[in-house]
């Protein structure tokens, strides 16, 4: 008769597939095409298999009055995890945003702000969620839910 532990390592999951992009292939994507994602000053910080998680850095420029983070900068970091997420599961650089819906639940005070992206569905039309944090800790700013075009690779 097995014990609780030898059941347990018998139906463990098989681990996660590797990320179809490096962290540092992801960035260089970035420099190379999508220049604009510098202007926001957004830190990568991980990218996984459909996951990735990023930083919007503390700047009284992201900020509006009242000394909150302004709703636009919410929306940029969101859009751009999704994207490092949606790259690390598909691969396909060229995948473009086809809808995003955010849900702001509270403002989000001065400091940075940690974006948590995933892929739920992947396909020629690829959906994932955000979670935006305070990066102090804290309840969550804001929900994201997004759709996204990804075009077949072509060889």
Known sequence: MSTPLEIVAETATPAAPEARISLEAFRELLDRLHPFAAVLGIEILDIQYGQATLRLPPSPANQRLGGIVAGP???GLADLALYAAVVGATG??????S???????RGAPAGGIIARARVLKTGRM????????PEGGGDPVAQVVSTWSVPRKTR
Do not use: P, R
Not at 92 to 97: F, L, M, P, Q
Not at 126 to 133: E, F, I, P, Q, S
């Open 126 to 133: 690829t959906a994932g969620d955000v979670l935006l944090l």
């Open 73 to 75: 900068m919410l929306m």
């Open 99 to 105: 809808s995003l819906t955010i849900n702001f639940m």
């Open 92 to 97: 396909v650089a060229e995948a473009v945003t």
